[in-house]
Nanobody, 114 residues
């Protein structure tokens, strides 16, 4: 079955960096776009970044210039490099393929606080 395992979150000070990873299984990874989402407390899940099979990318305006999405098809893994983190980036981060399935992982918590 389709599975996603996110990792790499943690507590970081404003201005710091984190690199998230998402290991995927159960589908032909190289054939799908992959998306990072996040959900802050009391808010709806939102799209953060997407990378297509061609490696072209899209970003939410709020993270452009700070976050970079990448993928390793051999490892069936998608990454999110997050720099210049802000308190408003605090959320649980999830990945999914595009179009998204109902098979969400547990997510990884990112907390940006001094």
């Amino acid at each position: 079955q389709v599975q996603f395992v996110e990792s790499g979150g943690g507590l970081v000070q404003p201005g710091g960096s984190l690199r998230l990873s998402c290991a995927a299984s159960g589908f032909i990874f190289s054939g799908y776009a992959m998306t990072w989402y996040r959900q802050a407390p009391g808010k709806q899940r939102e799209l953060v970044a997407r990378i297509f099979s061609t490696r072209s990318t899209n970003y939410a305006d709020s993270v452009k210039g700070r976050f970079t999405i990448s993928r390793d098809n051999a490892k069936k893994t998608v990454y999110l490099q997050m720099n210049s983190l802000k308190p408003e980036d605090t959320a649980v981060y999830y990945c999914n393929k595009h179009p998204a399935t109902g098979d969400w992982g547990q997510g990884t918590q990112v907390t940006v606080s001094s």
